[in-house]
């Protein structure tokens, strides 16, 4: 079976923000393209942290906020990062996401999922 490309776009939680990321998902290879501009760098000690926020029925293990951490990433001074990514595999299944999202996690731990949204996908 074949699956169309997926398209999720992020803006920011905050008004007034510029940041914005976009996520091109192929479920057939369950690689993503993610492009993300105009984020702040981080100081020393935290990273952004991708996440698949999935459906609670759905048959995929999260943490308790529903969410798979996806990748963790770093901007470059003009606050952009772009890169090919792997996904999970609740991609396959379009209505299993529900929402994709990015934080600002301790770079240590970035899978305890502290912070919440500075990006996400409209609802």
Request: hydrophobic residues 35%; glycine residues 4%.
């Amino acid at each position: 079976e074949r699956y169309k490309a997926l398209t999720y776009v992020l803006e920011s939680t905050q008004k007034n923000s510029p940041a914005t990321a976009r996520v091109v998902v192929n479920p057939n290879n369950l690689e993503a393209t993610i492009a993300v501009q105009n984020l702040p760098p981080l100081p020393p000690g935290k990273v952004y942290a991708l996440w698949t926020v999935v459906d609670p029925n759905a048959p995929y293990t999260t943490d308790d906020k529903r969410a798979i951490l996806t990748e963790v990433f770093q901007v470059d001074e003009g606050g952009n990062f772009k890169q090919t990514i792997v996904v999970p595999k609740a991609f396959r299944s379009e209505e299993s996401v529900t929402k994709v999202a990015v934080t600002i996690e301790n770079a240590s731990a970035p899978q305890k999922h502290v912070g919440t949204p500075i990006l996400i996908t409209g609802s």
